[in-house]
C-alpha cells in the first residue's frame, strides 16, 4: 500500500530545518518522543519534500501551529495519568499546589459564621470531594512511581503540619485553617483533574465521565467562587466606617481616623494616631494599657496592652474607641 | 494498582469520533497506512478541510492505539516516497466495527438532512 500523497514538486529537507524540528519536539513529553518523534521528523521531512514546493515557509507555518496544539495536548494528557507523569509532572503539580493556595489566601478570610447554611450545605462536602480529587489527581500526575505518588499525596498536606507549627500560641485555630487549607488544595487539584477530564474527553472519554467531570467542575467553581464572594463581603463588612457623623470636626472624624490606623495593622501608626487628636478618647498608661476617656477620668485600670501585635488588640482599641465616641456625643449634647 | 483502563470492546463508547480520529480511521478503511500516507489520505478525504501535522498525527494515532482501534503492522519501505522504512498502522477488528459504525452515522445523517434539506439545495427548482 503506498500513499496518495498530492505531491507537487519536491525538494529535499535541509538538514538545518530538520535539526530544528528535532528540537522543537522537546516540548513533547518523553514519553511521546521516544515513541514518535522518528516518525514525526520522518514526516515532516515528507512535507517538505512532497508539499514545500522548494519553499520551507509553507510548512513552517502549519507546522508551528500544529506543534502548539498537539504539544499541550500531550502534556496535558500526560498529566491526567498518561505513561512517563515524572519530572514535569511534579512541577504541573506544584503549580497546582500554587494555585489551590492562591484560592486560599482569596477565600481564608470569609465570614463562615455569616455564610453558615453555605458552609454546611455546600463548601464542606465539596471540599471533602476535593481531597477525594487530590488523592486521584496526585496518582495520576506523578506517573508510575509508587513512592513518587506517596510523597506527592503528602505534599498536599504539608500545610497542615507547617501552619500550626509556624503560627505561635494560637495553633489551635491555625490547625483548623491548615485542614482547610489541604482540603482546598485538593479542590484546586480535582478542579484541574476535571478541566483535564473534560478537555481529553473531546478525544476518547466515555460520555458519563464527561458528565461526572462536568459536575466535579460545576462545585469546584461554585466553591471557590462562593469563597472568594465571602471573602469580599467579609472584607467589606471590615472596611465600613463606624457609624455616626463623619464630617471634619465631628468625634466620628477621629474615630475615622483612628479606624484606618488600626487597619494599616501597625500599632505604632495607631497609637501615634491616637496620639495626636487633640483631645484624645484613648489614654496610654505607663504600662502601655489603653484606657477609655472615662475611665482615664475615673482613674480605672485600662485594659489590654497595647503592645500585644495581634488583631483582638486592634479591635479593643476600636471598640474603645467606640465607647469614647459615645461618651464624647453625650458630652456635647449635654 | 492500575489506573489504566482495559480498552473498550462496545462501540458505543467511541461513536462519534472527533474529527481527526475519525479521518484517520475512514483512511485506515482503504487498508495499511504510513504515517505520511495517513495525513495525505486525510486530506483527500476531506478534500482539504481537515490537515493536520505530524503532532496531531501522531497524538491522534496514540489514541486510537490505546484505545485498541488501531495497530502497528510490520514496518516497511514505500518505494514511491524514498528509501526509508516507515511504522504502518491498521484496523483492529474492533475499530472496523467502529469505521463502519460510523460510516452507518454519517450516512444516516446524509440522508436525514438531505429529507429535510430546503429544495434548492439538491438543485430543484424549490
Not at chain 1, 468625634?251 to 500599632?267: E, I, M, P, V
Not at chain 1, 502601655?288 to 497595647?306: D, H, I, W, Y
Not at chain 2, 483502563?5 to 475519525?22: H, I
Request: hydrophobic content about 45%; overall charge neutral; proline content about 6%.
Amino acid at each position: 500500500m503506498t500513499a496518495t500523497a498530492p505531491a507537487s514538486t519536491t525538494s529535499e529537507p535541509t538538514p538545518r530545518s530538520l535539526r530544528m524540528y528535532e528540537r522543537l519536539l522537546l516540548l513533547y513529553p518523553r514519553s511521546f518522543r521516544q515513541e514518535y518523534s522518528d516518525d514525526m521528523v520522518q514526516v515532516f521531512g515528507d512535507l517538505i519534500t512532497h508539499r514545500a514546493d522548494g519553499r520551507l515557509g509553507r510548512v513552517w507555518p502549519r507546522v508551528f501551529g500544529d506543534l502548539a496544539t498537539s504539544a499541550t495536548r500531550q502534556r496535558i494528557a500526560q498529566l491526567s495519568g498518561g505513561a512517563g507523569g515524572g519530572r514535569a509532572g511534579g512541577w504541573i503539580l506544584v503549580a497546582l499546589i500554587a494555585l489551590a493556595g492562591l484560592t486560599l489566601v482569596m477565600g481564608s478570610s470569609a465570614d463562615l459564621l455569616i455564610l453558615f447554611p453555605v458552609t454546611v450545605l455546600l463548601f464542606l462536602p465539596a471540599l471533602g470531594l476535593g481531597l477525594i480529587w487530590s488523592a486521584t489527581i496526585t496518582w495520576r500526575t506523578t506517573g508510575a512511581r509508587p513512592v513518587a505518588r506517596v510523597l506527592g499525596g503528602i505534599a498536599c498536606f504539608v500545610p497542615a503540619v507547617v501552619v500550626p507549627l509556624a503560627s505561635g500560641d494560637d495553633w489551635g485555630w491555625w490547625i483548623g485553617v491548615a485542614i482547610v487549607l489541604g482540603l482546598i488544595i485538593g479542590l484546586g487539584c480535582g478542579a484541574i483533574w476535571g478541566l483535564v477530564t473534560l478537555f481529553q474527553s473531546r478525544t476518547s472519554e466515555t460520555p458519563a465521565r464527561r458528565s461526572w467531570a462536568a459536575v466535579g467542575l460545576v462545585v469546584a467553581a461554585v466553591v471557590v467562587l462562593g469563597s472568594m464572594a465571602g471573602a469580599g463581603f467579609n472584607s467589606y463588612l471590615n472596611s465600613r466606617p463606624p457609624p455616626g457623623d463623619h464630617s471634619p470636626g465631628n468625634a466620628s472624624a477621629q474615630s475615622r481616623a483612628l479606624w484606618d490606623a488600626a487597619h494599616t495593622g501597625d500599632l505604632t501608626v495607631v497609637i501615634a494616631s491616637i496620639e495626636a487628636c487633640a483631645d484624645p478618647f484613648v489614654h496610654f498608661d505607663d504600662g502601655g494599657r489603653a484606657r477609655s476617656n472615662a475611665e482615664f477620668k475615673a482613674g480605672q485600670e485600662g485594659g489590654e496592652p497595647v503592645d500585644e501585635p495581634m488583631l483582638g488588640t486592634y479591635l479593643e482599641i476600636i471598640d474603645r474607641l467606640l465607647v469614647a465616641e459615645d461618651e464624647w456625643s453625650q458630652r456635647c449634647n449635654s | 494498582m492500575a489506573l489504566k483502563r482495559k480498552p473498550s470492546e462496545e462501540v458505543g463508547d467511541f461513536v462519534p469520533l472527533p474529527p481527526a480520529p475519525l479521518h484517520i480511521v475512514l483512511a485506515l478503511n482503504r487498508g495499511e497506512r504510513h504515517g505520511y500516507g495517513l495525513m495525505s489520505d486525510v486530506e483527500e478525504l476531506s478534500d482539504g478541510v481537515i490537515t493536520m501535522g505530524p503532532g496531531t498525527l501522531y497524538g491522534s494515532i496514540k489514541k486510537l492505539r490505546a484505545q485498541g482501534l488501531i495497530e502497528e503492522t510490520e514496518g516497511r519501505i514505500d518505494p514511491e516516497l524514498d528509501d526509508q522504512r516507515r511504522r504502518y498502522y491498521r484496523l483492529t477488528a474492533i475499530g472496523q466495527k467502529v469505521c463502519d459504525a460510523e460510516i452507518q452515522r454519517l450516512a444516516n445523517l446524509v440522508e436525514r438532512s438531505r429529507s429535510a434539506a430546503p429544495a434548492r439545495l439538491l438543485g430543484g427548482t424549490a
